[in-house]
């Protein structure tokens, strides 16, 4: 059976699966219809690890299911069995999806593919397919109640419908732009191990009611995961021991400074979410009215801005600013945000101006930022070179080092996520990134001034675009979609001035205080 699932995937048919793992993933996010949605969701779920297989069929990791073929079957039985009994758990009780997508987020597992390792946030695969298989029994069950086969879902119409359609969109578009890349595996990787599930799992976190117990209790978990691996940051740095990162471990060795990473892989990544995390807990200072949570918030931050600094990630700390400049302009007025801002670039530029050293600026540019202004010109190169529709989905790396090679060059990946889409995807590509971005932020902010909840939402999505422009990751990280996801739903909940009487009146304001209080 394995080898026939390996051989029917060979010549023309593994880029004909992509499309179709993308188009499917499409369905699922855009078709009215649930028993249609859960179909598509379904051929995903059956096709994407299909797809996997034949891509890694003869690597490291499956020796022992050539070996041993009925242990892998055995395995396989068993975690479907897993997949099943969560899933219906997820039928019966929602909000342990959202619970369990963020818990999910964070881990990350080495995975060789196509000779290349990967950390893949299995844990979150998991989930998704839990959470799939629940909407897919709900879905096709021959008398659906009607909050799952008939109740519209939450982004329907307006701008979340155009975000929508343009999400569903750009992941087909990266499917069929794999079909003419030099490096189509990594095409494949992307398709399967991010866009396809992140779909499935922004579609299912779309559908979610988040109520005021929902958003709280998943913010006092990503809160608590954040303590937990600032926690472990702190460990590394007192023990001068890295985990799960060889090349940072090198450079440690070599380096003055000592940077941590916690359980992320990457001092970069960790930093983001921290940076993340501590955007959302921002928004608490600035809306809840209690004393003792306000308290609390401000020790958890105090962690958290210590191993941020530990990061030693500039990005993230630039990511944090904006982030927080976004903030306290939807709190005030843009005027004092803009204000404050101003000093805190004045400062920054000071401090800079009298310890260049500190900062790497006697390295120049291209040194301090670790070749990232060499990358950005080699990339628009690349763009000039095919404008219209690039070299393919997941071809930067190669064509940059193809174009670019120099002795010693060993940062070949682009960083900075706009120069990558024109490189791989042209103008075509490009443009419909940039609809994508505008149509998120006009889902995100549209309305949310006075709204805790969705105030935080949108600060902690710009950070994460603005972290997108210097390091990487923007669709392929499960963060951007979880924050649309909740931002979306979040976005078409009755706005407070449709609660009329003064009793509903009050127990409005309570509630939206309350969100994240």
């Excluded at 949570?293 to 700390?317: G, M, P």
């Excluded at 443009?431 to 709204?451: F, N, T």
Aim: glycine share 8%.
């Amino acid at each position: 059976m394995t080898v026939l699932v390996y051989g029917a995937l060979g010549g023309p048919l593994p880029e004909i699966g992509i499309v179709a793992a993308a188009a499917l993933a499409a369905v699922v996010m855009l078709h009215p219809n649930v028993r249609v949605q859960a179909l598509a969701m379904l051929g995903a779920l059956v096709l994407a690890p299909v797809l996997l297989l034949a891509d890694i069929w003869h690597s490291p990791q499956l020796h022992v299911v050539h070996r041993h073929p009925l242990w892998a079957a055995a395995g396989a039985v068993i975690a479907l069995v897993a997949v099943v009994v969560a899933g219906l758990a997820i039928v019966r009780w929602p909000e342990l999806l959202a619970w369990a997508v963020i818990v999910a987020l964070p881990f990350r597992i080495p995975i060789e593919s196509g000779g290349v390792t990967s950390n893949l946030l299995v844990p979150l695969y998991f989930v998704v397919a839990a959470g799939s298989v629940g909407f897919i029994v709900s879905g096709l069950r021959e008398r659906p109640p009607p909050d799952a086969a008939e109740a519209p879902l939450p982004a329907r119409h307006g701008p979340a419908r155009w975000l929508e359609w343009l999400l569903a969109g750009y992941v087909v578009l990266y499917a069929l732009q794999a079909a003419y890349s030099p490096k189509f595996t990594t095409a494949l990787q992307q398709v399967v191990f991010f866009y396809v599930p992140f779909a499935l799992a922004y579609c299912l976190l779309r559908r979610l009611d988040w109520t005021q117990r929902l958003t709280r209790t998943c913010l006092a978990l990503v809160a608590g995961l954040a303590v937990v691996f600032a926690l472990v940051g702190f460990v590394e740095y007192e023990t001068k021991t890295i985990f799960l990162n060889p090349k940072l471990i090198a450079a440690n060795q070599v380096h003055a400074y000592f940077t941590v990473n916690s359980v992320f892989f990457d001092p970069n990544i960790f930093g983001r979410f921290l940076a993340l995390v501590m955007i959302l807990l921002g928004a608490v200072i600035l809306y809840a009215r209690r004393q003792r949570t306000q308290v609390l918030t401000l020790v958890v931050l105090a962690i958290l801005w210590a191993a941020l600094v530990l990061t030693l990630s500039r990005s993230s700390l630039g990511a944090l600013l904006v982030g927080l400049g976004t903030l306290a302009a939807l709190r005030w007025k843009v005027g004092r945000a803009v204000f404050a801002a101003a000093g805190v670039v004045a400062l920054a530029a000071a401090a800079i101006a009298i310890s260049p050293t500190t900062f790497g600026l006697n390295q120049g540019l291209n040194g301090a930022s670790s070749g990232r202004p060499g990358l950005v010109s080699g990339g628009i190169d690349l763009f000039a070179a095919r404008p219209l529709w690039g070299y393919g989905s997941g071809s930067f790396e190669t064509e940059y080092s193809a174009h670019h090679h120099q002795i010693g060059q060993t940062l070949s990946a682009s960083h900075t996520i706009p120069v990558t889409i024109a490189a791989e995807q042209g103008l075509i590509g490009e443009l419909v990134y940039i609809a994508l971005v505008l149509a998120a932020l006009v889902v995100l902010l549209a309305g949310c001034r006075g709204q805790p909840a969705r105030v935080a939402i949108a600060a902690a999505f710009i950070a994460l675009l603005f972290h997108t422009l210097l390091y990487a990751d923007f669709l392929e990280d499960p963060i951007t979609w979880t924050l649309l996801a909740i931002g979306a739903a979040l976005a078409v909940r009755p706005p407070p001035d449709s609660v009329r009487g003064d009793g509903e009146r009050l127990a409005r304001d309570r509630e939206l205080h309350g969100q994240l209080a």
